[in-house]
């Protein structure tokens, strides 16, 4: 998965907003600055979120952006989706179809459970961290994240059980 500079920033936006724990407005100038951004992309930004409900602006002289719903209410799999809608697309194996018009392999295809396997497991991490979680210091973070990995057990047999019962699923 590769994090486009959209989804970062964006990302980046939405901790700015949540951090102060305020009902006050953020300008578009503040989070530009804070992360180091022109105001024009900031502002891009902000309005794709606010589009996307996430935030609203607030007019005026003390105007600005603020979260839409409380930081707890927003996970990171919201805020991703806003600038890349589907992780694994299902045109992605019309994409890779070498010389000929179709994947050589569309009817049976090993690869294809594996992407939409981990795709499913990223996007199931993503709603599991809401902005709350990330409003601490990262080793914190990095520890849930470990604690939630260990629980899990190895992603090998995960993949395998769930490749396993999607097989006898359609048979």
Avoid at 97 to 115: K, Q
Wanted: glycine share 6%; charged share 20%.
């Amino acid at each position: 998965m590769k994090v486009t500079s959209m989804e970062e920033y964006g990302l980046r936006c939405m901790l700015q907003l949540a951090l102060p724990q305020t009902d006050e407005p953020i300008t578009v100038a503040l989070v530009a600055e804070n992360e180091g951004l022109s105001p024009e992309y900031a502002g891009k930004l902000l309005n794709l979120l606010r589009q996307a409900k996430l935030v609203h602006s607030v007019r005026g002289r003390n105007g600005g952006f603020v979260l839409a719903r409380p930081p707890e209410n927003i996970n990171l799999a919201d805020i991703l989706r806003v600038f890349s809608p589907d992780l694994f697309d299902v045109e992605y194996c019309n994409r890779f179809t070498g010389i000929e018009d179709i994947c050589v392999h569309t009817t049976s295809c090993t690869l294809r459970p594996v992407w939409w396997t981990l795709s499913g497991m990223i996007s199931k991490t993503l709603e599991s961290i809401s902005l709350l979680d990330l409003m601490c210091k990262e080793s914190e973070i990095q520890r849930e994240l470990n604690v939630q990995l260990s629980i899990e057990g190895p992603v090998t047999q995960r993949l395998f059980q769930i490749n396993k019962d999607q097989i006898n699923e359609n048979a």
